[in-house]
């Protein structure tokens, strides 16, 4: 490899205060200009983040900082032999490049780092999964942490504004670990074989809640927690990469996942602009469903918890709620009736903010026929509770998983310990990023700074030319 020439082909910039790095080539090549370019971010999530992530994960299964960095290795390990070729190249690279640019950094901290959220989504519940501990041998703790999680809603034809095409708007939500503000990345990749793609990570993590590209396709991630977890499949960064490289196509993003191991259960919206089309596929360790909008509605949305009910919004097949019901421990299920009561059951601490669901229902029919860039900011940032029917004053965290748990997300602070150079510190679930997009013609407005960061307003871009710049 000729470093000077791979390296011409990368760039690092800022932009209206939005970190910017641009990759392109084989799978190697562009996690070498990764690796090179964000080293001394890498630096920070490796010898810092992560060990606030085993703080985490140590409060949420009540043991030692130590403890939980053997279990989140061990999962490591077994999700090992599940990655991808193109993924595991793109990570050696980043390892090369990095230590090309000073910072001594290990492929197994790498392959770590870079299963950070998949691992996070497991130990949001850790009385359900089968990985490198045996099933139920971690129960819950009263004061876990609370888990939190996205939103995502896309719109077309009759339903969207101005001239019909396929708007997606969508927020991650998600801890704000120490070192991560000042290093959450926009993420231009040209590969040699695949299509252009813009996705937002943390330097380091080869991926993480979706993007889209420049064939219209647009993909995110929600956490759906089912009872069958394991590590034995690909994550969502994975999932994010392989689906904005090689999917063309709504057929293709639905083959991809039928046909390759999932770990965690999460929900994938994805979103064909060319076809103005949208599904919601549903995954866990075992099953793979997908839920298409009702008939007559040209809108689909999604939040943290399963709406794949047979009867539920013209769903049909298998019944993803009941795998979900003994982690969120739902009261019962037995009917749609009692499900919905059972969602919005206000001291519920583990089902995931489904107000936020209602809202976006809200939301997507009152504003039918006039969403674009102006109409979806507001509603990225809306910070009214459905349930309690109440709005969360601007810089008031929510209460529970139910009581003000709103689509613009802010969560109480909760005390960790990590081990040094870390110690105490404190940390909550909010708004990481926001983004608007134009799929098919690359506009897309993005806020991806301070908490939440849809207060600091969005910045707006458009694809194509952020490519044509490689």
């Known amino acids: 490899m000729h470093r000077e020439r791979v390296l011409s082909r990368a760039q690092r910039e800022v932009q209206n205060g939005v970190n910017i790095l641009y990759v392109k080539g084989t799978p190697f090549e562009m996690g070498y200009q990764h690796g090179y370019l964000l080293a001394d971010g890498i ?179 929600q956490l759906n927690s089912m009872q069958q977890e394991t590590m034995q499949g690909c994550g969502i960064g994975v999932f994010t990469r392989l689906l904005l490289t090689h999917a063309e196509k709504l057929e293709d993003a639905i083959r991809i996942y039928q046909e390759t191991p999932r770990c965690t259960g999460i929900a994938y919206h994805v979103a064909d602009a060319r076809t103005r089309r949208a599904v919601v596929i549903e995954t866990s360790s075992e099953h793979v469903c997908l839920r298409w909008p009702e008939r007559g509605v040209n809108a689909l949305w999604q939040s943290n918890h399963s709406n794949c009910y047979p009867g539920w919004m013209g769903y049909t097949g298998y019944n993803m709620v009941a795998d979900q019901a003994p982690v969120n ?71 529970t998983n139910n009581i003000l748990c709103t689509i613009c997300a802010m969560y109480p602070d909760f005390t960790f310990e990590a081990e040094p150079p870390i110690g105490t510190f404190k940390a909550r679930v909010v708004n990481m990023w926001s983004m608007i997009a134009y799929p098919g013609t690359g506009d897309f407005l993005l806020a991806s700074k301070g908490y939440p960061a849809q207060y600091a307003g969005y910045e707006r871009f458009n694809l194509n030319k952020l490519l044509g710049r490689n």
Not at 386 to 392: C, G, N
């Open 43 to 221: 630096d920070v999530m490796i010898n810092r983040t992560l060990f606030a992530t085993a703080a985490y994960v140590a409060l949420q299964t009540g043991t030692d900082a130590a403890a939980a960095m053997r279990m989140l290795k061990d999962g490591q390990k077994t999700a090992e032999p599940y990655l991808p070729a193109e993924c595991r190249e793109e990570m050696e690279g980043i390892v090369q490049g990095a230590n090309d640019a000073g910072i001594n950094v290990t492929m197994e901290q790498i392959m770590l780092w870079n299963t950070n959220y998949d691992q996070w989504c497991i130990y949001v519940h850790p009385h359900f999964w089968q990985g490198c501990m045996e099933k139920g041998s971690a129960p819950f703790p009263p004061n876990g942490a609370s888990g939190g999680g996205c939103s995502s809603f896309s719109a077309w034809d009759d339903w969207a504004g101005g001239n019909g095409s396929l708007i997606f708007g969508k927020n991650e939500d998600n801890f704000d670990l120490p070192g991560q503000e000042e290093n959450r990345f926009l993420v231009i990749a040209a590969p040699d074989n695949g299509f252009g793609h813009a996705f937002m990570t943390y330097p380091g993590m080869i991926g993480l809640d979706g993007g889209f590209n420049e064939c219209g396709i647009e993909m995110m991630t």
């Open 329 to 399: 421990e739902l009261r019962d299920i037995s009917t749609i009736e009692a499900w919905q009561t059972s969602l919005k059951d206000p001291y519920n601490f583990y089902v995931q903010a489904p107000s936020r669901f209602e809202r976006y229902r809200q939301l997507i029919y009152a504003n039918r026929g006039k969403i674009d860039f102006e109409t979806a900011i507001t509603i990225l940032c809306d910070c009214f509770d459905p349930y309690t029917a109440k709005e969360r004053p601007r810089n008031f965290p929510s209460w």
